[in-house]
């Protein structure tokens, strides 16, 4: 078979949510060497063409400006850099794979959607069988790694972040099944793809996929509001988060409403708190990027008692990262980072409205960024490789889907 764009594409769509159940931090590689195979191929093939001036380049590279700027006042320079080296890396492999996606004629687009439709099918029932069996496959592949387990261990917990993944790559499938087999085929696929979620053991993914599915209807029921409540929410978002620990009830207070809520999800509010504390000290630069984990170290640790429990919990102020994404914008680099990461979310809901042509696509591409901004505002350091890597990779996809789905200009 003759290696090309599509061909290529096809063959990520199969490895990428495996490779996230079995080794998520494979995600980063995976993106490194499709955008090396594909800057070769785009060369080679005369597609090697970029589109200046765009305002979604702008953002991002206003994005990547403050990034490269930021240990210049870091508190941990040299991570900053090598950090902002990696995260920049990781820009421009996503950018290569949006140009060689872009360049897809209709053939080739059509193709793709039916090997996405096919593999990233095939994968999200590979994840619901794990879970119903009890993650023999996962248990195996743990043993093969060398990992021993005991038999208290929760062997599904090590698919959390496949299952973040799944959640993403469901997006182009949703709006595949829409194209090729009608509304009523993508509803019957979202309530199977939120039945798998749920039987997993962490509760941001199907909440994040939920959300999404919320979004996605909006945008198809009312589009025009919903364009204007995207703007609203991301722009209140990303300048409002510094704010919300504090509006929230204390976790370490004893209240109803709080000790209701699980210990991971108690703590979250403690490091957040703690979070918006530090950003309140450094608001405009921040600390410098990736320097969350430089703040404190072991000799911080102290005790946190959580609402409604007896026990406490003895951790940093904050552990690593803040695990939410925009309130890690904020402590590394201030009002500055906030407001370019604005700009880019700004322009990027704009072009989601303004350039997909098809309904469900532009409904599944909304989806993908509600389920994506959920899961990164409740789980994961906002730099993490692995994670950059599987956003970059489902909006490749996405935009894969897009192009099988729009008449205009090929």
């Not at 593999?119 to 999200?124: E, K, R």
């Amino acid at each position: 078979m003759k290696l090309s764009i599509a061909n290529l594409l096809a063959a990520a769509a199969w490895i990428i949510l495996p490779l996230g159940y079995v080794a998520p931090k494979g995600e980063a590689a995976l993106l490194t060497v499709l955008a090396v195979a594909a800057l070769g191929l785009l060369w080679r093939q005369g597609r090697f063409r970029w589109h200046r001036g765009s305002a979604l380049c702008w953002s991002a590279a206003a994005i990547g400006t403050v990034v490269l700027a930021s240990p210049l006042w870091s508190v941990a320079p040299y991570r900053s850099l090598a950090a902002a080296g990696l995260f920049l890396g990781t820009g421009l492999a996503a950018a290569v794979l949006v140009r060689a996606a872009s360049s897809l004629n209709d053939a080739e687009a059509r193709w793709l959607e039916r090997m996405v439709l096919v593999a990233v099918s095939a994968s999200i029932l590979l994840l619901g069988a794990e879970y119903v069996s009890g993650g023999p496959l996962t248990s195996l592949v743990a043993r093969f790694k060398g990992v021993r387990l005991d038999p208290s261990d929760n062997v599904l917990a090590g698919l959390a972040n496949g299952a973040s993944v799944a959640a993403l790559l469901a997006w182009p499938l949703l709006a595949a099944w829409r194209r090729r087999a009608g509304a009523s085929a993508a509803v019957l696929a979202f309530a199977a793809v939120m039945g798998i979620l749920w039987f997993g053991t962490a509760d941001t993914t199907p909440l994040a996929f939920a959300t999404g599915g919320l979004v996605a209807a909006t945008v198809l029921a009312a589009p025009r509001i919903a364009r204007g409540a995207a703007l609203v929410a991301v722009t209140v978002m990303m300048l409002g988060m510094p704010l919300l620990p504090g509006a929230l009830p204390d976790p370490q207070v004893d209240d109803p409403l709080m000790s209701q809520l699980s210990n991971s999800g108690l703590h979250r509010l403690v490091i957040w708190r703690n979070t918006a504390e530090r950003i309140a000290e450094r608001p405009l630069l921040g600390y410098g990027f990736d320097s969350s984990r430089e703040l404190y170290g072991p000799q911080s640790k102290q005790e946190y008692r959580l609402s409604g429990r007896q026990w406490a919990i003895r951790s940093e102020p904050i552990p690593l990262h803040p695990h939410n994404a925009v309130l890690q914008i904020w402590l590394e680099m201030g009002a500055l980072g906030a407001f370019a990461f604005l700009a880019f979310l700004v322009v990027l809901v704009r072009r989601i409205f303004d350039g997909a042509t098809d309904p469900a696509a532009r409904a599944a591409a909304m989806g993908m960024l509600g389920s994506a901004l959920v899961i990164g505002n409740l789980s994961y350091g906002a730099w993490q490789s692995w994670w950059l890597g599987s956003l970059a990779m489902g909006a490749v996809m996405m935009l894969a889907i897009a192009r099988a789905s729009d008449p205009v200009g090929r």
